[in-house]
């Protein structure tokens, strides 16, 4: 099952860029939630239902206590707001918006695991490989109409529309949320299915960035900042 879902996960991305509208909006949604049962299931049967039920309570609640307070506050990511396009709210936050954290962190945990054995350093790494994510992430959502920031100050090349601020926020709520995951128990598993999505992840936002959305500055941007990340981790596999 693990499987399945990780190869329909790939399906879903590869046929974001063919739709538009009203189906990419529906698209969008379901690729979260196929990504983010994948991620689950994965870690249900290699780490238990103990440690799933945990990783989900925190990276979902994080991720929705930190969208809620942004949202309503301004921090720490910016003055922004969401669309009604990605279905039912929670505390003004879209359900799958917790979902999308948790599919991507956990993979991100294991990045950061594989390349470092301190607790912190791994936080650190795999935070980042997180929030680096988000370089991609927030500019296709945004074009896409989904949230708006009602400024962009100090915005990256490629990403005009959106605050520096997000960023740092992004990156604090990462290294935070990645941190207290440490606390989880370390298990050896078959990882390769997580990073696969990883690197799958990596590989075809660049392409996609360069070649299908006409965002060749997002492209150099998000490839060189999760590259950090992603290049040292696909050279750890092969060895």
Wanted: proline fraction near 7%; include cysteine.
């Amino acid at each position: 099952m693990p499987s399945l879902l990780a190869a329909t996960t790939v399906l879903l991305q590869i046929a974001y860029p063919l739709v538009s509208g009203g189906p990419r909006d529906v698209l969008t949604v379901i690729t979260v939630v196929v990504f983010f049962l994948a991620s689950v299931s994965h870690a249900l049967v290699h780490r238990g239902v103990r440690w799933t039920l945990l990783f989900v309570l925190v990276t979902a609640g994080t991720g929705l206590l930190a969208e809620s307070v942004g949202t309503a506050t301004g921090y720490p990511f910016g003055d922004y707001t969401y669309a009604d396009s990605l279905g039912p709210k929670l505390l003004g936050v879209p359900l799958v918006i917790p979902l999308a954290w948790s599919m991507m962190a956990y993979p991100c945990l294991l990045v950061g695991q594989r390349l470092c054995r301190s607790p912190v350093a791994a936080a650190v790494v795999g935070g980042l490989a997180l929030a680096a994510w988000d370089l991609f992430l927030d500019p296709q959502m945004v074009e896409a109409g989904h949230w708006r920031w009602q400024s962009a100050r100090f915005a990256l090349p490629g990403a005009p529309d959106i605050p520096g601020s997000n960023h740092l926020g992004w990156l604090a709520v990462a290294v935070l949320m990645v941190g207290v995951l440490q606390l989880l128990p370390r298990r050896r598993a078959d990882d390769r299915q997580p990073a696969a999505l990883f690197l799958w992840t990596y590989a075809s936002s660049v392409l996609a960035n360069a070649a299908f959305f006409g965002r060749p500055l997002t492209a150099v941007v998000g490839g060189f900042g999760m590259g950090l990340v992603a290049v040292p981790y696909a050279l750890a596999l092969r060895r």
